[in-house]
């Protein structure tokens, strides 16, 4: 079964400044993907960042990076120059390398509460 | 640009209560998804469908069932609420495998209380 961690339910950070936000990841396939996506306090799901298991590359939009480590099993997205309005829940997610029926489901973490203050 | 719409923000009904709630996508995406998300859980995959008519059990769908008559309609229906359903349903729709490097969109959620 796959598993997603995500350690720290809260954190701080000053604006301008980087954060860390961790997630680890346990699964059995070779092929599968990690997402990460922002919830504001409004409810919406906002998807930041992929990463595939076979690219080579971290990912990387904007202000956001993945630090993909595969031996360590850790995707962490790293946020820089924060601003007042990444203050939000992050959630990182897998998704099934099996090809089944449906494909594509995601497993996701229990989030981290970012707060980014002045 | 994309969009998954859930019919009601918010929600309250009584117990016993059969609950119907109703997530649109104009994507022309083949995989709808729907999950609860409660406080230090994350999201939990209730169902979700690949075809029309075609669906499929995610991790917690004791208590629930669903419904895809047309490609771009998802329907979650609680046959007889109770109060441990009480939480926030998003919906979110995707391109099927194939794609899987392409995210899951996500509706903006229903927050459901039951009494």
């Known amino acids: 079964a796959q598993k997603i961690t995500q350690t720290q339910p809260g954190m701080f950070v000053q604006e301008k400044e980087a954060v860390t936000l961790d997630c680890t990841y346990d699964?059995?396939?070779?092929?599968?993907?990690l997402f990460w996506y922002k919830q504001p306090s409004s409810g919406e799901m906002i998807f930041l960042i992929y990463q595939g298991s076979y690219d080579e590359q971290n990912a990387t939009e904007g202000r956001y990076s993945l630090n993909f480590q595969k031996a360590r099993k850790s995707a962490n997205l790293v946020i820089s120059a924060s601003q007042l309005g990444d203050s939000a829940m992050y959630f990182c997610?897998?998704?099934?390398?099996?090809?089944?029926?449906?494909?594509?489901?995601?497993?996701f973490g229990t989030g981290t509460q970012l707060k980014v203050e002045l | 640009d994309v969009k998954v719409t859930q019919s009601s923000r918010y929600l309250v009904k009584r117990t016993g209560e059969k609950v119907f709630l109703e997530c649109v996508q104009d994507m022309d995406h083949e995989n709808m998804f729907w999950y609860r998300q409660d406080p230090g859980l994350g999201l939990r995959l209730i169902y979700f469908?690949?075809?029309?008519?075609?669906?499929e059990k995610g991790d917690i769908p004791e208590g629930y069932s669903v419904s895809r008559e047309k490609k771009e309609r998802f329907s979650l229906i609680l046959e007889s609420a109770s109060t441990n359903q009480t939480s926030m349903y998003l919906c979110?729709?995707?391109?099927?495998?194939?794609?899987?490097?392409?995210?899951?969109?996500f509706g903006d959620g229903t927050r459901l209380s039951i009494l």
């Open positions: 699964t059995s396939d070779q092929s599968y993907g």
């Open positions: 469908s690949y075809d029309v008519k075609m669906k």
């Open positions: 979110a729709s995707s391109l099927p495998r194939g794609h899987s490097n392409q995210p899951q969109h």
């Open positions: 997610a897998m998704r099934e390398g099996r090809v089944t029926g449906g494909g594509n489901k995601l497993t």
